[in-house]
């Protein structure tokens, strides 16, 4: 089974400064898909950014960017120019490529962005 | 808006009542989740239905039950229910293309249940 592991419970940036979200996953499979979810207070589950694992490329979106370590099984979020709206739950998972449908979260890092 | 609608948002219920909880996805999506999002835990997948059938069932207790009348539509029904199951129930569907290929799941805002 494929467990996620979000080691970061809570954390805070001044706005306008970078932070950077941890994850780490276990998997014996080598085709997936890596996610970042951002759940505000207003519970909607949005994405955020999606990894291939296998592309080498990190993905990136706008002020967000992830580094994908596959060998490593680690798959962080690094958000730049923190934003006040930015202040919201985050939850990394994974699915597999095949006989997919079965998307794995850890148990979120909750972000606080300070004015 | 993510065209995926729950209803409703908020649910207070005894635990020898039966309620419903519904999800209606406007993406044009064919396969549907529920998802049990309790404080401090990961989401927990309860269901998946692909294609209106069932193919995961994660364990949960009969006291939860889906229904999948079409592609569009996702069903929980709760009976007899404990007040540990009070929780944030999340619906959720994705686009299969194939057997190596799925979109990233697409969310309603959620049911916020308690049980008293």
């Keep these: ?115 | 808006e993510t065209g995926v609608t729950q209803t409703p948002r908020h649910l207070v219920m005894g635990m020898t009542n039966k309620k419903s909880l519904k999800c209606e996805q406007h993406l044009g999506h064919n396969a549907m989740y529920w998802y049990k999002q309790s404080a401090k835990k990961p989401l927990e997948l309860m269901f998946v239905y692909n294609f209106k059938e069932q193919t995961e069932n994660n364990s949960v207790p009969s006291r939860f039950s889906p229904e999948c009348p079409n592609s569009s539509h996702l069903f929980l029904h709760l009976h007899t229910l404990q007040p540990e199951d009070s929780a944030l129930y999340l619906c959720a569907s994705s686009q299969v293309v194939g057997e190596e290929w799925n979109t990233e799941a697409f969310f309603g805002q959620g049911t916020r249940l308690t049980v008293v």
Aim: aromatic residues 12%; positive net charge; hydrophobic residues 30%.
């Design chain 1, 1 to 115: 089974a494929q467990t996620v592991t979000q080691s970061q419970p809570e954390m805070s940036v001044q706005e306008a400064e970078t932070v950077t979200l941890s994850c780490t996953y276990d998997t014996s499979e080598n085709n997936y898909y890596l996610f970042w979810y951002k759940q505000p207070p207003s519970r909607q589950m949005i994405l955020v950014i999606r990894q291939e694992a296998y592309k080498q490329q990190n993905a990136t979106e706008n002020r967000f960017s992830v580094n994908f370590q596959k060998a490593a099984k680690s798959f962080s979020l690094k958000i730049s120019d923190s934003q006040l709206g930015d202040t919201a739950m985050y939850f990394c998972a994974f699915m597999k490529s095949s006989n997919n449908n079965d998307m794995r979260f850890g148990a979120g890092t909750r972000l606080t962005v300070k004015p």
